[in-house]
């Protein structure tokens, strides 16, 4: 593992940081793989050693260590199902009990817009995805190029992901239609009869709220809404952005400021 800048070279695949118009050209990859490269090129480009890092499904950092052998770093899982990788690769496993900083927090996203506030949570785990890209130092997503929008909502049409309390679900549901506007539907389950239930025991909610102009004001408004454990909007949160594209290269993104 790179300790420091000036320690270590950067690996092949160079990712430019600033404009999201540079690329860095490497041979045709699947989707997963580029995830992979993209973090590996991120590493050299922390500014302290990474010594603890929050794994998610969507952000490849369990294939990252066991590629690597990097048994110095501790993880902390954003589900059940990152824990399970964490074991199956024979990482460290460590909780925010224990780690309350966390180095880095890599991930993915449903959409990413010029802010880089992101719509997150087609994977059910939003609330525990805030926890631990609000308790990193730095918190980066990775992503393919659909991802990538100017405002939220244009391409992920999904609707926002919304953790509610069971028992207020079909009140919310009324609730967000009368006073924001948003098209609510209880996420169903795949493999078993009824709604997904997350990891906390609550519902999701799919809200849609077309083309999102003010996200963290629309955030803040259904937090405060009983019942609304968690909202899929992640906003000012994230520090950089990459997009890996058809060709194999990819693009980066950092927040443009708002005047």
């Known amino acids: 593992m790179c300790q420091s800048h000036s320690t270590c070279s950067p690996p092949t695949e160079h990712i430019a940081f600033g404009n999201s ?12 793989e580029q995830s992979k490269r993209t973090v590996r090129a ?3 480009r922390v500014a302290s050693p990474v010594k603890l890092i929050a794994v998610s499904v969507a952000g490849g950092a369990p294939s990252r260590g066991r590629e690597q052998k990097l048994k110095e770093i501790k993880c902390i899982p954003t589900s059940f199902q990152a824990k399970q990788l964490i074991a199956q690769h024979k990482l460290t496993l460590t909780s925010l009990d224990e780690s309350p900083v966390i180095d880095v927090t890599i991930d993915g996203a449903d959409e990413v817009d010029l802010q880089l506030n992101c719509i997150k949570g087609g994977g059910g785990c939003q609330l525990q995805e805030k926890i631990v890209a609000f308790a990193a ?3 980066v997503v990775i992503a393919d ?21 069971p028992m207020a679900y079909v009140p919310l549901m009324h609730k967000m239609e009368q006073d924001f506007g948003g098209k609510s539907v209880l996420r169903m389950a795949k493999c078993k009869a ?19 102009s003010d996200p963290k004001t629309l955030c803040d408004s259904l937090k405060l809404l009983p019942g609304v454990v968690e909202v899929g909007l992640f906003c000012g949160m994230a520090e950089k952005a990459f997009f890996g594209q058809t060709d194999g290269s990819f ?3 950092v927040a443009e400021k708002t005047a």
Not at 21 to 32: A, G, T, Y
């Open 42 to 44: 991120l590493q050299p």
């Open 194 to 212: 009824g709604p997904v239930v997350t990891d906390n025991g609550n519902f999701v909610l799919d809200v849609n709220f077309g083309v999102i």
């Open 145 to 165: 190029y659909r991802k990538e929008s100017k405002q939220l909502g244009e391409q992920w049409t999904q609707g926002v992901p919304v953790e509610v309390v």
């Open 21 to 32: 118009s540079q690329k860095s050209h490497v041979p045709m990859l699947s989707p997963i």
């Open 137 to 139: 130092k730095k918190f």
């Open 251 to 253: 693009t980066t993104r």
